[in-house]
């Protein structure tokens, strides 16, 4: 603990009870220690992530999933109330996080849920479809936003969960050394305000939801109003939701 809290971890008690956990052999923690004194994300070093009740595998170079988008999850399932089924799409999935989180929390509910998880980088895919390896049907695509997704999907999602990069291209390498030496730019860059990945998915998302389905677009409290602006413009109705205890924001738009 005095190593890791030397190294600059914040909860440092917390991370050592993990990482004991952890290793199979004195050797082994000895390797994790190491590791996490070098600044390697905890969540890398241990494999996995908590999130929405769930561990969720990691991988070298995919996003990390945060706390804060527990709130796409809890939106998303709000949006599918009163299903009995549904096509759900985790755009931009990373570990395929949120898409997981949704799936089970639907199943427990009584939905049905047909998930479709999709990212630009093939290390994000790969990780995801091993997180998702579990959920029935369920199906990982590679491609650029949209251009991921099978052509049936078309007019046809009814819930799309969305956590696009937003960090403004000058304050990338502002962040955390964990995120912006550990994480792939592509999830963190979204250009000069920060927006520019936010307008494309809202520009696209009306053609590919069901009528009344729901886009939940992660963002930032100071960024929800441009989010806001670029879903209506996309012809979509859409509200902020923010909250504070997870100090998260997105915005959720329907068809």
Do not use: I
Not at 62 to 68: G, H, K, L
Not at 199 to 226: D, K, N
């Amino acid at each position: 603990m005095r190593r890791l809290r030397a190294a600059g971890c914040v909860f440092a008690e917390e991370e050592a009870d993990l990482l004991l956990a952890q290793a199979s052999s004195a050797g082994g923690l000895e390797a994790l220690v190491r590791r996490r004194e070098g600044g390697e994300p905890l969540e890398l070093v241990l494999g996995w992530a908590a999130f929405a009740g769930l561990r969720v595998g990691t991988a070298a170079g995919v996003f990390v999933p945060r706390r804060r988008s527990e709130l796409l999850v809890r939106e998303g399932l709000g949006a599918l109330a009163g299903a009995h089924a549904a096509v759900v799409v985790d755009l931009c999935c990373g570990t395929g996080a949120v898409g997981l989180a949704v799936a089970v929390a639907a199943a427990r509910a009584g939905v049905a849920v047909r998930l479709h998880a999709a990212d630009v980088d093939p290390l994000a895919t790969a990780c995801a479809a091993q997180n998702l390896r579990d959920v029935p049907g369920a199906q990982v695509h590679t491609g650029d936003l949209f251009a991921a997704l099978p052509g049936a999907l078309r007019g046809r999602v009814d819930l799309l969960l969305v956590n696009a990069p937003y960090v403004p291209t000058g304050r990338v390498a502002l962040m955390p050394p964990e995120a912006r030496d550990h994480e792939p730019l592509t999830a963190l860059d979204g250009g000069a305000d920060g927006l520019d990945v936010h307008r494309r998915v809202a520009a696209g998302a009306g053609t590919w939801l069901a009528p009344g389905g729901a886009l939940v677009l992660e963002t930032s409290e100071p960024q929800a109003a441009g989010t806001l602006a670029a879903c209506r413009a996309g012809g979509l109705s859409a509200t902020a939701v923010h909250d504070d205890d997870l100090e998260a924001s997105c915005v959720l738009a329907r068809a």
